[in-house]
């Protein structure tokens, strides 16, 4: 079971609800919250019994290894220290790390600490469409705002 905005669950109704879904989960099965806030209360206490994993930004980031693999896979040869200076200026985040990545590619000469044009472009385009866009969706914000 995936329940995305966790961190929005609050009450002693939604906590008592998620308590119970834990409670009743069967043997194999797995609840898996998605937040970018604290873990709902009921579900705190799993820490202590190591029934809860939190993956937070230093687990999703990408290291060294992952962001080679990510350049190989799409042809993009590129020196160590171009490597770890990418990360470095994505602090690992996947999305940025292959955006960047792209951006090099078009302009195998720009450096990795000045963002290129189209790394800038792209950047912003992903911003915009996947999360501006959903919080004028939600409501969370006028167009003018986003």
Known sequence: MVIDDAGEIS?????????????????????????????PKPLRRLRSDQALLTLGPDQLALDAIEGAEVLRNHDIDVPDATLLALLEETEGWPVAFYLAALALKSHPRSDVRRPSRAW???????????????????????????
């Not at 834990?22 to 937040?35: S, Y």
Request: hydrophobic share 45%; proline share 4%.
């Open 11 to 39: 009450g002693a109704a939604w906590e008592s609800l998620l308590g119970s879904i834990v409670r009743c989960l069967p043997p194999g099965a797995h609840l898996v919250l998605a937040t970018r806030g604290e873990v």
């Open 120 to 146: 800038d472009q792209a950047l912003s385009d992903y911003l915009r469409d996947e999360i501006l866009d959903g919080l004028v969706a939600s409501g969370g914000l006028t167009r003018e705002e986003a």
